[in-house]
């Protein structure tokens, strides 16, 4: 069977495109970083890809807003392609600059013009690298991103700007459509405040998906823990399943069953 | 208007080229002027602004490191010996350089010769590292200073071989302590903590930006720094070995990539050999753009993989004048036509263009035949390529601006041209005064230690660094059941294929305000004692040396830096670990009045070290109540520590043993604040108490409970072996200095028996870290 292709979408400021592959690679898929500019040039096109990661990084420096430019260029340059892949029902991974650049894109979480969430400054007022415990939520995601992923996981999270805001209305929205993925806990799975929620997102959101659940957002960084000894007590505990590979894993083979 | 002056430098007298040095800011001295006076009767006319600037920079101390590579006479003598006398041709040449030619490691690649220091990984890649200051900058505009140091010497990186990629910053800052009085900060002086938080929000932002790892550093705080604060900024970089060289030939197209030019860095070079004071203009710290250099980075890559160049260097102190003047050498010339550099804004007279040092350029030298297809790649990611001229072998670098020549200069006169300095040095061995510790409660002395601002935790600053990014961080710099104890040194995994690892560590302290040898030696073996702790290669280990210095007028200061070029050479040669880059950073002073005030003797050492197995490494926090715990290393009473000769490499090279065996669980050097500090950290970072024996832990000369605890003797550690693995850890460690003087216990609480007395620390882990965390906890 064909490996599941992925495309790694990057331009100026993106720094977690690699390792985004890499993870890639390993959940078995064959990813393929690309510039933007080659699909603003049409040089290149989602043709035959099942999956899109939109990596970490400071895409334009994060001129504007984080993540503003780049959504932009989603929004206006590339509206028709994008619209087109997500109504097939392929998948879209957006992780911290991705998350905040899905947000300003005009299709996440909702497909409207108006912007519904956003992603602000940390509540520290700093950049915040640290990783956290995110209890998984019964969500649409377990059909596809959290499917059999243990209660509580970890993840690092590399941010300052990743506090989830929105309207009250909106959130009423995403809780009843259960979008919310993950939620920041301490490391018994109660809520807890800073350091354990390390932005002050309300109630404690970590990630969230589209209504469908094919779309997904979320400020840690899957990426970062696809082997062992990424995790930081791997040298006091020797029994570990790497988080990050296990999300990435299950898209793909979700991506495998029915794309 | 475009103005090229003409200097008459023929006709002015000596008093007349000393005011025309400082005037231009030239940063020559008598000397030079005279020699650059006489090759230009020799040439039988007056030369341009263009040509005396390019003479500046190239021979200024920032960049020839004159001080270091002079000729040396030395007088000195040890304590109840006879003075005795030696001769330094070059100085540098015959300690630090020596040394690394000496040992003549095969996995050496490229050393003291190109941006940065490469050895060996595997059998594909290799290594590189470089270490930088940006201390004048940093003193100025802390942010601005700070982040263009860190930009300059990732390029330093990408400028290596062919161009290597970034994988991880480390960054060492000295500054004045937080809470120094705003009144006697003098005009024309930020405050230390303005410095301090400007400096680490600098890096922060071009760091996370470029997407670079900070993943080691220290900082010391000291009154020395207020007025000078040291700013270290270092990259790692992986590349392919046959990567590791560059050429230029005849021919070759001058393709200037990156940033545009403007006047912000004019005389950065010159600037960095002067004295401080309050008149300093702000034109000389250049204003950097991350995502510009990140551009770069990402396109340059693409290129090297496709051969695309023959050479490649970054423009830092200088500029173009260096960066093409050093390429140049290559194929012995040049032609540059300086109006074609892309321009922030108009107004540029054309030796500003030529010196500037605007952030995020790069030179490459491109095979004609090359060139569409290496700007297609440029310009596909919106990075600006531009055709400056062409390489030759004409001997001469000749530089235009609209059809005219405004510098010819005989590339032989440019980069050899510049008369030798000869020096003298004077050094007197001092007596090491005993330290009297007052017989203090030990343990409110501990808290005391562990809250100082030299050893108090510093998550408040690493946190703001990404230092997962690129997701190789194995071992990283907070470990510890809550990922917040103090890691020895961060291993990266670079390679997805393999279990090889990198070690990065460094080695700094405060000894040099009394002994500059004492000083070396320490931070040496610091930087080692760290590599070793987490599991590192002694076999494998190069060092990098950074010397910032204040004045250097009188022959003892110069002797100060020449023992410090000693301590080098014999530890290199005792630990066999050669030296692979290196730089210098002098004058780091303030005049104030009439007086002249210099930094401490600082020299950071940074070491690293390739591994073969990451899944061996270990972390300092404590793992399992049972396990036995060791010190390796005996302590004495010294305030300014030495190193064994006999043992120290002995000691290391078995602990290495013992952890590569697997017969460790954790292990910690002793440094600041010695074994009780060392023992506190792994309690806390580990969430386990220990029970200690002081009259189990080997000592030269010691009497007292106080001083085994604090004593700062040079390689030590404190070893936490595993129960099962006791007998083999005792086979490996045998005939070295070691013993067992505890165990891990359950109990929450550091309990220390003393020589006559019980627990002379009885305290629970909970508080010690306390004390260790709230001098820096939440700073805002």
């Known amino acids: ?259 | 208007m475009v103005d090229v002056k003409t200097i008459d430098i023929l006709s002015a007298d000596e008093a007349q080229l000393q005011e025309m040095s400082r005037k231009y800011l030239l940063s020559l001295n008598l000397e030079e002027m005279l020699v650059v006076q006489k090759y230009f009767k020799d040439l039988g006319k007056n030369p341009t602004d263009v040509e005396i600037e390019t003479i500046a920079q190239t021979w200024s101390e920032h960049c020839k490191h004159k001080t270091l590579t002079s000729s040396i006479d030395f007088n000195y003598t040890k304590i109840g010996g006879k003075p005795q006398k030696k001769f330094y041709k070059n100085l540098l040449k015959d300690t630090i350089f020596r040394i690394t030619k000496e040992l003549n490691k095969k996995w050496c690649i490229s050393v003291f010769q190109d941006n940065a220091g490469v050895i060996e990984f595997d059998e594909k890649n290799a290594v590189a590292f470089k270490v930088e200051t940006h201390n004048h900058p940093s003193a100025i505009e802390p942010y601005g200073g700070a982040g263009t140091g860190i930009g300059g010497v990732i390029r330093d990186i990408l400028g290596v071989g062919l161009g290597a990629k970034p994988i991880m910053n480390t960054d060492v800052f000295c500054f004045g302590p937080d809470d120094y009085p705003q009144k006697k900060v003098p005009k024309g002086v930020l405050h230390p903590k303005r410095v301090f938080k400007g400096v680490v929000s600098g890096v922060r932002d071009y760091g996370n930006r470029m997407g670079i790892p900070t993943a080691n550093g220290t900082i010391l705080f000291d009154d020395g720094y207020v007025f000078n604060p040291l700013v270290y900024c270092g990259t790692v970089g992986i590349l392919p070995k046959d990567k590791a060289f560059k050429k230029v030939l005849p021919g070759d197209i001058i393709l200037a990539v990156g940033g545009k030019t403007g006047r912000d860095g004019i005389h950065g070079a010159t600037f960095s050999s002067l004295s401080l004071d309050e008149n300093v203009s702000s034109t000389v710290v250049q204003i950097g753009n991350p995502i510009v250099e990140k551009k770069v980075l990402d396109t340059m890559l693409i290129a090297r993989d496709k051969n695309l160049y023959n050479a490649v260097t970054d423009c830092g102190a200088g500029g173009f004048s260096s960066a093409i003047g050093e390429l140049a050498i290559f194929s012995n010339g040049a032609k540059v036509y300086l109006e074609k550099a892309p321009l922030k804004y108009k107004g540029l007279q054309p030796w500003e263009i030529w010196i500037s040092e605007a952030q995020e350029r790069m030179v490459f030298a491109v095979p004609k035949n090359n060139l569409e297809e290496i700007l297609k790649i440029f310009t596909d990611e919106d990075v600006e390529a531009t055709v400056l001229g062409e390489f030759n072998n004409t001997g001469k670098l000749e530089v235009f601006y609209d059809s005219k020549i405004v510098c010819s200069l005989d590339m032989e006169f440019l980069h050899d041209g510049i008369p030798k300095r000869n020096k003298v040095a004077v050094w007197n061995e001092k007596k090491s005064t005993i330290k009297k510790i007052k017989s203090k409660n030990p343990a409110s002395r501990l808290k005391e230690i562990l809250s100082s601002l030299n050893v108090c935790s510093k998550e408040w600053v690493i946190r703001q660094y990404d230092h997962e990014v690129q997701a190789q961080t194995v071992i990283k710099p907070l470990v510890g059941i809550k990922n917040d104890g103090p890691s020895d040194a961060a291993v990266l995994k670079p390679s997805s294929d393999s279990e090889k690892g990198i070690v990065v560590s460094n080695g700094v302290n405060l000894h040099g305000k009394k002994d500059a040898y004492s000083m070396a030696v320490s931070a040496i073996d610091e930087a080692l004692r760290n590599v070793i702790a987490v599991g590192g290669n002694l076999k494998k280990t190069a060092l990098l040396d950074n010397f910032c210095w204040g004045a250097l007028d009188t022959p003892e200061q110069m002797g100060e830096i020449v023992m410090a070029c000693e301590a080098c050479y014999d530890m290199g040669k005792i630990f066999e670990t050669p030296f692979i880059s290196g730089k210098d950073s002098l004058n780091n002073k303030y005049k104030l009045g009439s007086k002249t005030l210099s930094i401490p003797p600082t020299l950071l050492i940074s070491a690293i070290s390739v591994i073969d197995d990451i899944k061996k490494c270990i972390t300092m926090d404590l793992k399992k109540s049972g396990n036995p715990v060791y010190i390796v290393g005996i302590t004495k009473d010294e305030i300014l520590p030495k190193v064994d000769f006999v043992n120290a490499k002995k000691q290391m090279s078995a602990l290495q043993e013992a952890i590569e065996q697997e017969t460790v669980d954790s292990c910690h050097d002793c440094s600041e604040g010695g074994i009780s500090v060392a023992c506190s950290e792994m309690c806390f970072s580990g969430g386990l108490g220990m029970e200690i024996d002081l009259r189990d832990v080997p000592v030269e000369n010691i009497k007292s409970d106080e001083t085994i605890l604090f004593s700062e003797s040079n390689s030590r550690f404190i070893v936490e072996v595993k129960k099962e693995k006791e007998n083999e850890f005792n086979k490996i460690l045998k005939g070295t200095n070691f013993s067992k003087i505890g165990k891990v216990i359950i109990n929450k609480k550091f309990i220390v028996n003393g020589i006559k007395k019980k627990s002379v620390i009885n305290s629970d882990i909970s508080e010690l870290k306390n004390s260790w965390q709230k001098r820096l906890g939440n700073y805002d």
């Open chain 1, 1 to 259: 069977m064909n490996k599941i292709k992925v495309i790694v979408l990057r331009t100026a400021g993106t720094n977690c495109d690699i390792e985004t592959a890499n993870g890639f690679k390993l959940a078995g898929a064959e990813p393929e970083i690309v510039h933007i500019n080659r699909f603003l040039r049409k040089d290149e096109t989602f043709s035959d890809s099942k999956i899109l990661a939109i990596p970490g990084g400071f895409s334009y420096g994060d001129d504007i807003s984080a993540g503003k430019v780049f959504a932009n260029k989603l929004k206006y340059k590339l509206k028709t392609e994008i619209t087109e892949f997500i109504k097939n029902g392929r998948l879209v991974i957006g992780i911290c600059n991705g998350f905040q650049i899905l947000v300003k894109s005009g299709f996440f979480p909702f497909i409207s013009d108006n912007q519904s969430v956003t992603l602000t400054n940390n509540d520290s007022g700093r950049f915040e690298c640290r990783w956290v415990y995110l209890k998984t939520m019964k969500s649409i995601a377990n059909k596809i991103w959290t499917k059999e992923l243990p209660d509580i996981i970890q993840l690092p999270v590399a941010h300052g700007e990743g506090k989830f805001v929105c309207e009250n209305d909106t959130l009423e929205k995403i809780k009843e459509k259960k979008q919310i993925v993950f939620k920041y806990v301490d490391e018994n799975g109660d809520k807890s405040g800073f350091p354990y929620n390390p932005n002050g997102s309300i109630e404690d959101i970590v990630g969230i998906t589209n209504p469908e659940g094919t779309i997904f957002g979320l400020m840690p960084h899957p990426e970062r823990f696809v082997i062992k000894q990424q995790y930081p007590f791997w040298t006091r505990n020797k029994n570990i399943e790497p988080y990050g590979l296990m999300i990435l894993k299950n898209a793909v083979d979700y991506a495998k069953g029915n794309l």
